[in-house]
């Protein structure tokens, strides 16, 4: 009886161990969950900002102006563009 | 002596001594122990939350403003955080060498940082939409009373040549202008909330409940072309500079779907950067400034008499000697004709011949014509401050305003609904309603106002008054076939005409199958020129020509000299 008894007890005490270990890992994979969605919040803002930045490079007026003065390009006069017909699917 | 005969071992005491001590014992343990029971069982809500009070933290979800996207899904509009530092003026007592490296780092004066640390308030912002860098460098002092706060600024890459369009937002992210105020509700986002479990390192360790979803902005697709945009854009401020005019405005739209492609007007500003901000610069003239149409309108006039059957595409009209009496009023052509066709009266643009076929339509169907094109009520797409012009009740209207009002005059309306009315004529007769966001699927068709038949007729004589003879030449596109009206209206001042001209053109293209209407007004041109084929034409022919190029839309017309080429069927 006294035998079993404190085979019950070590089991109990082995069980809230386990516990208390499993409860502390969730919330350590919580914090990095929250750490990781964080970084998620900040690479968004980065995008935004990185479309921005794409956006004002490739502003149409910033590469007409290159197109213009630097590779000295102009638009083609009408007799000089063939058109293609295309082909039938 | 043995310790267990000790004498005071064995003390003689009174049993209700003892007993009374074990009863005290035991009642004492009653009472703890009818207390927790109390106190976890019966009065536990107010201890709960006295407890999670130490532990459990609320905190904000951000949501951030839709971006603003052309219909490429080019970045038109984008909000990015930002800080705003504020102050408790109370607990902001800063030495002179402090404020000014504050005032330093904010790039303010430092009177006007003391200034606002003075006030009686006990919140104050003293700089909004700070940059975060700049903001990390403020905290970094390490200030008594001077904080930071989350906040977004919007950024629009375009700058200038979409400000009408686009609009712009104030510091607290809500809509102010154009598309940022219409669609709004659209474009906000709701910052939400959740109740989280914090641990002593300030970390989230347990969600706890999720109070309120945040509700991200939607992002918002436009109808807008960026690369049309920006042709029509820098067009019109050419011919603006060129003309020395007051203002204009273009409008592109799609003849197929009702879509605006492009919508330009001068002067504009940069929405970044609005600090000299007049009222002019504001103004998105093609839906609030109305003026009277001129010669643009006589196709619509002219239309309605094809569709009543009291003239044919062929009808002779005697516009000798180039005046009309009606009344007491005499209205005049500029060139005096002869007898021309009904479709000469429109490729000549005779105020004569318009006011004649007028004559021959009753007020009643006018009004309903004009009612049903759109002109005298606003389109509604929400913009702020759009207006519909003046369409006077038919009921009121004297033989003599029914004979201006045929050739556009003591009428007014807007660039935009110009335009849109001239769909019916790009499309078959029908009137599809305008959007300013993407339509992928094309609508159907809209109210009827013209038949088809009477729609194609028009597009023959609108192709005519671009062709040698007609009044706009200048409207021509190399390997396109074009068609649309000039219009060259005085402009009223005080009640009557001035020596000022409203100068416009609006047209369609390729004429064979109408893609695209373009529409251009330019206001008191005044270098020598005023005519619309001479001032508004030209703009007309280089927008169309780059949007159609744009497009990738098929010549309709040979050039000469002929350079087609068969594509080859493999390989392309």
Not at chain 2, 160 to 172: E, R, Y
Not at chain 2, 368 to 388: A, Y
Not at chain 2, 446 to 474: D, Y
């Amino acid at each position: 009886m006294a035998r079993l008894n404190l085979l019950l007890l070590l089991v109990a005490l082995a069980c809230a161990l386990a516990t208390v270990a499993a409860n502390h890992g969730a919330r350590k994979l919580f914090t990095e969950f929250e750490r990781e969605q964080t970084r998620m919040r900040e690479l968004e803002v980065e995008y935004g900002q990185l479309q921005l930045e794409q956006s004002t490079w490739a502003g149409h007026a910033r590469i007409e102006k290159i197109a213009r003065e630097r590779l000295a390009m102009r638009p083609p006069p009408p007799a000089r563009v063939v058109q293609m017909e295309a082909a039938p699917r | 002596m043995k310790f267990a005969s000790s004498p005071i071992l064995n003390p003689r005491l009174a049993p209700g001594r003892s007993r009374f001590v074990v009863i005290l014992l035991l009642g004492g343990f009653l009472l703890l122990i009818g207390r927790s029971f109390h106190l976890q069982g019966f009065q536990n809500d107010y201890l709960q939350k006295k407890g999670e009070s130490r532990y459990e933290r609320v905190i904000e979800i951000s949501a951030t403003r839709g971006r603003i996207l052309d219909r490429h899904g080019d970045v038109l509009a984008v909000s990015t955080p930002v800080k705003a530092i504020w102050a408790i003026p109370e607990d902001a007592r800063l030495k002179p060498a402090e404020a000014r490296q504050l005032a330093g780092l904010l790039d303010m004066d430092v009177r006007e940082l003391n200034r606002k640390l003075a006030s009686e308030r006990d919140f104050v912002f003293v700089k909004r939409q700070v940059p975060p860098d700049v903001a990390a460098k403020v905290v970094a002092l390490g200030l008594p009373g001077i904080h930071e706060q989350k906040e977004y600024r919007r950024y629009y890459p375009s700058g200038d040549v979409m400000a009408h369009m686009l609009g712009f937002t104030g510091v607290a992210d809500e809509g102010q202008e154009g598309v940022e105020l219409a669609m709004n509700g659209l474009l906000t986002g709701k910052p939400g909330s959740r109740r989280v479990i914090k641990d002593r390192r300030g970390q989230i360790v347990e969600d706890v409940e999720s109070i309120q979803a945040p509700r991200e902005g939607k992002d918002v697709t436009l109808a807008l072309d960026a690369k049309i945009q920006y042709l029509a854009h820098s067009l019109l401020k050419q011919a603006v500079g060129e003309h020395k005019a007051r203002a204009g405005g273009v409008v592109v739209l799609d003849a197929r779907t009702g879509e605006v492609l492009a919508l330009a007007n001068m002067p504009t500003y940069n929405p970044n950067n609005r600090v000299r901000l007049a009222g002019a610069q504001l103004r998105n003239r093609a839906f609030t400034d109305t003026f009277e149409p001129g010669s643009t309108f006589k196709p619509f006039t002219a239309a309605l008499a094809l569709e009543k059957g009291k003239f044919r595409f062929d009808t002779p009209i005697q516009t000798a000697p180039g005046r009309l009496t009606i009344g007491a009023a005499t209205i005049h052509d500029a060139h005096p004709h002869g007898v021309l066709t009904l479709a000469e009266v429109i490729q000549k643009s005779s105020n004569v011949g318009t006011a004649i076929m007028a004559r021959t339509l009753s007020a009643e169907d006018m009004w309903q014509t004009f009612n049903s094109l759109g002109f005298g009520t606003p389109l509604k797409l929400g913009f702020p401050g759009e207006v519909g012009g003046r369409l006077r009740p038919a009921k009121s209207w004297r033989p003599i305003e029914q004979a201006t009002m045929s050739y556009g005059h003591g009428i007014s309306v807007t660039l935009i609904q110009m335009a849109h009315a001239y769909l019916t004529f790009a499309r078959d007769g029908d009137l599809v309603p305008l959007s300013l966001t993407r339509v992928d699927a094309p609508p159907l068709a809209g109210a009827t106002v013209f038949s088809g038949q009477t729609a194609r007729e028009m597009r023959v004589m609108l192709e005519m008054a671009v062709q040698p003879g007609g009044t706009a030449p200048k409207a021509q596109i190399p390997g396109y076939r074009v068609a649309g009206k000039t219009g060259t209206a005085h402009k009223l001042e005080n009640g009557a005409y001035a020596d000022k001209y409203v100068s416009s053109f609006i047209g369609f293209a390729p004429a064979s199958d109408p893609r695209l209407v373009v529409a251009v007004m330019i206001d008191e041109p005044s270098a020598g020129k005023h005519y619309g084929g001479d001032v508004a034409a030209p703009v007309f022919a280089q927008v169309m020509a780059g949007a159609l190029r744009t497009l990738g839309v098929a010549h309709d017309q040979l050039l000469k000299p002929l350079l087609m080429a068969k594509a080859v069927k493999e390989g392309v």
